[in-house]
């Protein structure tokens, strides 16, 4: 939609010069970073009233004085609009403007209402990639007897100063509450209103207003944390105040919840960190800057918006960001401290027993950690350090997060992320979708455009997103092809890094060329496959020659004749060559061999992933489960007491964030290959629904459930007496093949028990 469709004649307005309140949180040029924009409508026992709104970054919108914005850090991260310092000198694909649409009816009173919409931060201002200035724009439907009055936008609504002073996404948030009047959010007299200067016109946005089922971000009942520490220390004047020191119970991303006394000087400092240190206060190695401060002393007498009186009791919470940690410190008075954990309002939809604690906590650790990780509408990286849509991480992860998560809407938007990030000039896919100047590489991040759709139509059985940008993956396709020396992919753009695979126990051995060429052999295939869907079948001989050119190429780069190995098998290289169809049962042999005497995994999140899923095909699934509960990779995460996954193996090349998803990759394999919930090759959607479990000797009992979209799908297997009974529960209407000891049976819909 343009934003006339969507918003009729609505302006964007921003703050102008704001000068009536002391200590506002102003710009060099006196304009509020954090405005609030109040405008009144008027309802005569209407049928429904629909309020469409968006504040750039992200936004508050209030009725009357009660919050009625629903999901948190609203709207929804996309690349908004062109902008003016655009780094890389791309043009990207496409720009798009997520709009909230929310149901105000219940809270709309008879005669005049008061919206307020406090707005600001959030990406479309952030430092690292900034699109512009705060701005906000709205309209409201009045719905009666069939017919629609619509209230806009306009220069006639106020501007007020907010709360919030400072601000980094990543970093900080800064409160006070000087100045700051609550009846700003709500009624105030009309003579103490008109004490407040009017909204300008912004600049309208040149982009596409869409709507979107994607989940915003919820936030859990508010639950008291652990005080582990007290006592008292001095503040930045040398007076002694007292601090709490709080354990949440695991490595979360959320938000406190501070009740403050009432006082003159009342205010508190909080510090967030992952660890807790030997006397136990926050491990500031791993504070990752996180911050959040709030000052009281708000309020007015009424006669002069902005004015001082004593403060009051107020409780306090980070109003424009989230922050990741388990341990935080609390510098000042308190009466009350609560958490509530906050992410996309994803429902796990899975479950996984077994008799290892090691695989049920990769289980319980991989859900935490990706949920920790869905903010805005996106699957990020980490939830504090760069909070940013990583294509590579993204594509690694997709699977495992569709099998144990209800995330179909989630992977929708991001796709048309991936997609809009695409340079229409070379076809270059970002690193980072929204695009962010960020680290990456050809092949390993930017073949997302190609796997996350392709998984996205195998999982939900849905071919749009795939058929929509089918010609782009052609065209990522040509930039790789643009990037290659002999057939290998060996560069990205000028200037910017050329990864395979990242984050391995010792420093990367494997060439970014094997890695990145892997990657594009196997995104030909996805696509060969789409074309035959689309009936593109004229595209599939020069697919099938390029995929054929590059395996030839790849083995002829990378092969070792004298041993049968790639790259001396070392970071699963066997592993990469075996799954495109290079290497022989030599080469398979060596692989079992060199994992069976190692003993874990020296592979990065690449290769964790492509030599799990390889053991099981070649038949060795026991060896990959004994890689996942073996010491040295995730054993090790849960014997250090870590309750989400590390950015790094421990005893790696680094330690940085202790909260990315991407590791989990392994955790499609339970459901795929342990619990054996699967689909036949030509199946999509699992409407060929096979259950093929594996069961590992060194397992006695196994359950698990998958919400497929027939339904709820689930299986168990236990060992008893040297036989093994195992049930499939099957939905209504559904039927399925169960596979098992080479033999092939008949599911009904219902309980399915076999014993052998």
Same mark, same amino acid.
């Given at each position: 939609?343009?934003?006339?469709e969507m918003?009729g004649?609505?302006?964007?307005l921003?703050?102008?010069?704001y000068?009536?309140a002391?200590n506002?949180n102003?710009d060099?040029?006196g304009t509020?970073?954090?405005?609030?924009?109040?405008?009144?409508?008027?309802?005569?026992?209407?049928d429904?009233?629909?309020?469409?709104?968006?504040?750039?970054?992200?936004?508050?919108?209030y009725?009357?004085?009660?919050?009625?914005?629903?999901?948190?850090?609203?709207?929804?991260?996309?690349?908004?609009?062109?902008?003016?310092? &655009?780094p890389?000198?791309? /043009?990207?694909h496409?720009h798009?403007?997520?709009?909230?649409?929310?149901?105000?009816?219940?809270?709309v009173?008879?005669?005049d209402?008061?919206?307020?919409?406090?707005?600001?931060?959030?990406?479309?201002?952030?430092?690292?990639?900034?699109?512009?200035?705060?701005?906000?724009?709205?309209?409201?439907?009045?719905?009666?007897?069939?017919c629609?009055?619509?209230?806009?936008?306009?220069?006639?609504?106020?501007?007020?100063p907010?709360?919030?002073?400072?601000?980094?996404?990543?970093?900080?948030?800064?409160?006070?509450?000087?100045?700051?009047?609550?009846?700003?959010?709500?009624?105030?007299?009309?003579?103490d209103?008109?004490l407040?200067?009017?909204?300008?016109?912004?600049?309208?946005?040149?982009?596409?207003y869409?709507?979107?089922?994607?989940?915003?971000?919820?936030?859990?009942?508010?639950f008291?944390?652990?005080?582990?520490?007290?006592?008292?220390k001095?503040d930045?004047?040398?007076?002694?105040?007292p601090f709490?020191?709080?354990?949440?119970g695991?490595n979360?991303?959320?938000?406190?919840?501070i009740?403050?006394?009432?006082?003159?000087?009342?205010?508190?400092?909080?510090?967030?960190s !992952?660890?807790?240190?030997?006397?136990?206060?926050?491990d500031m190695?791993?504070?990752?800057?996180?911050c959040?401060?709030a000052?009281?002393?708000g309020?007015?007498?009424g006669?002069?918006?902005?004015g001082?009186?004593?403060?009051?009791k107020?409780?306090?919470s980070?109003?424009?960001?989230?922050?990741?940690?388990?341990?935080?410190i609390v /510098?000042?008075?308190?009466?009350?401290?609560?958490?509530?954990?906050?992410?996309?309002?994803?429902?796990?939809?899975?479950?996984?027993?077994?008799?290892?604690?090691?695989l049920n906590?990769?289980?319980?650790?991989?859900?935490?950690?990706?949920?920790s990780?869905?903010h805005?509408?996106?699957?990020?990286?980490?939830?504090?350090?760069?909070?940013?849509?990583?294509?590579g991480?993204?594509?690694?992860?997709?699977h495992?997060?569709?099998?144990?998560?209800?995330?179909k809407?989630?992977?929708r938007?991001w796709?048309n992320?991936?997609?809009?990030?695409?340079?229409?000039?070379?076809?270059?896919?970002?690193?980072?979708?929204?695009?962010l100047h960020?680290?990456?590489?050809?092949?390993?991040?930017?073949?997302?455009?190609?796997?996350?759709p392709?998984?996205?139509?195998?999982? &939900?059985?849905?071919?749009?997103?795939?058929?929509?940008?089918?010609?782009?993956?052609?065209?990522?396709?040509?930039?790789l092809?643009?990037?290659?020396?002999?057939?290998?992919?060996?560069?990205?753009?000028?200037?910017?890094?050329?990864?395979?695979?990242?984050?391995?126990?010792?420093?990367?051995?494997?060439?970014?060329?094997?890695?990145?060429?892997?990657?594009?052999?196997?995104s030909?295939?996805?696509?060969i496959?789409?074309?035959?869907?689309?009936?593109?079948?004229?595209d599939?001989?020069?697919l099938?020659?390029?995929?054929?050119?590059?395996?030839?190429?790849?083995?002829?780069?990378?092969?070792?004749?004298?041993?049968?190995?790639?790259?001396?098998?070392?970071?699963g290289?066997?592993?990469f060559?075996?799954?495109?169809?290079?290497?022989?049962e030599?080469?398979?042999?060596?692989?079992?061999?060199?994992?069976r005497?190692?003993?874990?995994?020296?592979?990065?999140?690449?290769g964790?992933?492509?030599?799990?899923?390889v053991?099981?095909d070649?038949?060795?699934g026991?060896?990959a489960?004994?890689?996942?509960?073996?010491?040295?990779?995730?054993?090790?995460?849960?014997?250090?007491g870590?309750t989400?996954?590390?950015?790094?193996?421990?005893?790696?090349?680094?330690?940085?964030?202790?909260?990315?998803?991407?590791?989990?990759?392994v955790?499609?394999?339970?459901?795929?290959?342990?619990?054996?919930?699967?689909?036949?090759?030509d199946s999509?959607? &699992?409407?060929?629904?096979?259950?093929?479990?594996?069961?590992?000797?060194?397992?006695?009992?196994?359950?698990?459930?998958? /919400?497929?979209p027939?339904?709820?799908?689930?299986?168990?297997?236990e060992?008893?007496?040297?036989?093994?009974?195992?049930?499939?529960?099957?939905?209504? !209407?559904?039927?399925?093949?169960?596979?098992?000891?080479?033999?092939?049976?008949?599911?009904?819909?219902?309980?399915?028990?076999?014993?052998f």
């Open positions: 939609m343009t934003q006339k918003f004649g609505a302006l964007w921003a703050a102008g010069p000068s009536a002391t506002a102003e060099p040029s509020p970073l954090f405005p609030i924009l109040r405008a009144h409508f008027n309802v005569n026992n209407p429904r009233v629909i309020l469409r709104a968006v504040g750039l970054g992200f936004f508050h919108a009725v009357n004085g009660v919050e009625v914005t629903g999901a948190r850090f609203l709207p929804l991260s996309t690349d908004y609009e062109a902008r003016a310092d &655009y890389t000198g791309e /043009e990207l496409g798009r403007l997520i709009v909230p649409e929310i149901d105000i009816t219940r809270c009173r008879e005669g209402n008061v919206l307020a919409l406090y707005f600001g931060g959030g990406w479309y201002t952030y430092e690292g990639g900034r699109f512009g200035d705060p701005k906000a724009i709205y309209c409201i439907d009045v719905e009666k007897d069939g629609t009055e619509r209230f806009f936008s306009s220069e006639k609504d106020r501007i007020a907010g709360f919030v002073k400072t601000y980094h996404l990543t970093q900080f948030e800064n409160q006070n509450f000087d100045g700051f009047d609550d009846r700003f959010l709500g009624d105030m007299p009309p003579e209103e008109a407040l200067p009017n909204a300008v016109p912004a600049k309208p946005m040149e982009t596409e869409v709507f979107s089922d994607c989940p915003g971000d919820s936030a859990s009942e508010p008291e944390p652990l005080l582990i520490n007290k006592g008292t001095k930045d004047s040398g007076r002694e105040i709490a020191v709080y354990d949440a695991a979360i991303s959320a938000i406190p919840f009740t403050i006394p009432g006082s003159d000087k009342g205010g508190i400092k909080v510090y967030f !992952e660890e807790i240190a030997p006397e136990l206060m926050p190695r791993f504070n990752h800057r996180q959040f401060t000052v009281l002393g309020g007015n007498s006669k002069n918006p902005g001082n009186i004593t403060s009051k107020r409780t306090v980070p109003a424009f960001t989230w922050f990741a940690f388990r341990y935080f /510098e000042g008075e308190t009466e009350k401290v609560l958490i509530s954990k906050v992410h996309a309002d994803v429902p796990v939809t899975s479950t996984f027993d077994s008799d290892s604690d090691v906590w990769i289980y319980r650790a991989y859900i935490n950690t990706q949920l990780n869905m805005a509408g996106i699957p990020s990286d980490c939830p504090h350090i760069e909070r940013r849509g990583y294509t991480d993204g594509q690694l992860t997709c495992a997060a569709m099998s144990a998560l209800g995330a809407e989630f992977y938007k796709i992320d991936i997609s809009d990030c695409q340079d229409i000039k070379t076809g270059h896919v970002q690193y980072t979708a929204p695009y960020s680290g990456g590489g050809p092949g390993a991040w930017g073949c997302a455009i190609v796997e996350v392709y998984r996205f139509y195998k999982e &939900y059985g849905d071919l749009e997103p795939a058929a929509r940008l089918y010609s782009q993956m052609l065209e990522y396709f040509r930039y092809k643009d990037h290659s020396l002999n057939n290998i992919v060996v560069s990205d753009k000028k200037g910017e890094w050329c990864l395979g695979d990242w984050c391995t126990l010792t420093p990367t051995a494997l060439p970014a060329g094997f890695v990145n060429n892997y990657y594009f052999i196997k030909l295939r996805r696509v496959e789409l074309a035959r869907l689309l009936g593109r079948e004229q599939i001989p020069e099938e020659n390029l995929a054929d050119i590059r395996l030839k190429a790849t083995g002829g780069a990378y092969y070792n004749t004298w041993d049968c190995n790639f790259l001396a098998n070392i970071q290289a066997n592993a060559a075996l799954d495109i169809g290079l290497g022989n030599i080469t398979a042999r060596h692989l079992v061999e060199y994992y005497a190692l003993g874990r995994y020296d592979t990065g999140i690449c964790t992933d492509v030599l799990t899923k053991l099981f070649i038949g060795e026991d060896l489960v004994s890689l996942m509960v073996s010491d040295g990779a995730f054993a090790t995460w849960m014997k250090a870590f989400t996954f590390s950015e790094y193996w421990i005893n790696s090349t680094c330690d940085r964030s202790h909260s990315h998803p991407m590791f989990g990759s955790i499609a394999y339970f459901f795929e290959r342990l619990l054996g919930i699967t689909q036949a090759a999509a959607g &699992y409407r060929k629904l096979v259950i093929k479990p594996f069961i590992p000797s060194s397992l006695s009992k196994l359950s698990g459930s998958r /919400e497929l027939c339904g709820k799908v689930s299986v168990s297997y060992k008893t007496d040297g036989r093994t009974r195992c049930e499939i529960v099957l939905p209504a !209407e559904k039927h399925a093949l169960f596979v098992f000891g080479g033999n092939e049976f008949e599911l009904s819909p219902g309980v399915n028990v076999f014993t």
